[in-house]
């Protein structure tokens, strides 16, 4: 079975400080794609990155950067100097290679940059 | 512009009422989806197309029925909803394939009285 888990609901710091957004997931397929995406207030996903599990490499740009660590299952998401633009709900997911285009989502981290 | 539009953004409506959902895709992209998002819980696909037919349909009721009728356009029309089918109504599309990027629209936001 997929599954994504995002245990931090809400997360809330103070502008410039650095923030990592956690992400576990689950999947018996060797091969699987990470994304993450952000959810403004406006309401649209807004793709940031996605990942294949063969390249555990991890990305920078710019303020966000991303850590695969396979041996724990975790994706997570560090922005730093974080700014108040950066306030939305954003969304760890896990998408098979086969079957339907179908991505698994986690629960979502509401992350809250206090000017 | 996200490339993804959705209308309208906002519905309200009763119980009995039969409304439809729009969704346009000015990206080129070949598979739609509509997804169900909730509040507290992961957001839910519900139906899949590619290439205007349906590939996926994840036990939605009845009172959702989905209609492509061609790449670029998908809508979902809802019949006898209930409240707690209250929530907001993502619109996606993908190049598909492999789990290339979704693009995901601004979403409606439905509340049933």
């Not at chain 1, 502008?15 to 990592?20: A, H, I, N, R, Y």
């Not at chain 1, 390249?55 to 695969?68: H, L, P, V």
């Not at chain 2, 590619?50 to 209609?67: A, G, H, I």
Request: net charge neutral; hydrophobic share 30%.
């Amino acid at each position: 079975a997929q599954k994504v888990t995002q245990a931090q609901t809400e997360i809330s710091v103070v502008e410039k400080e650095d923030v990592t957004l956690d992400c576990v997931y689950e999947t018996r397929d060797t091969t699987y794609y990470l994304f993450w995406y952000k959810q403004p207030p406006s309401g649209e996903l807004v793709f940031l990155i996605r990942r294949n599990s063969f390249d555990e490499q991890n990305e920078i740009s710019g303020r966000y950067s991303w850590n695969f660590q396979k041996s724990t299952s975790s994706f997570n998401f560090t922005i730093t100097a974080s700014q108040v633009v950066d306030s939305a709900v954003y969304f760890c997911a896990l998408g098979r290679q086969t079957g339907a285009n179908n991505l698994f989502f986690g629960t979502g981290t509401r992350l809250t940059v206090i000017p | 512009e996200t490339g993804v539009t959705q209308t309208p953004r906002h519905l309200v409506m009763g119980m009995t009422n039969k409304k439809s959902l729009k969704c346009e895709q000015h990206l080129g992209h070949n598979a739609m989806y509509w997804y169900k998002q909730s509040a507290k819980k992961p957001l839910e696909l519900m139906f899949v197309y590619n290439f205007k037919e349906q590939t996926e349909n994840n036990s939605v009721p009845s009172r959702f029925s989905p209609e492509c009728p061609n790449s670029s356009h998908l809508f979902l029309h809802l019949h006898t909803l209930q409240p707690e089918d209250s929530a907001l109504y993502l619109c996606a599309s993908s190049q598909g394939g492999q789990n290339t990027e979704a693009f995901f629209g601004q979403g409606t936001r439905l509340t049933v009285v």
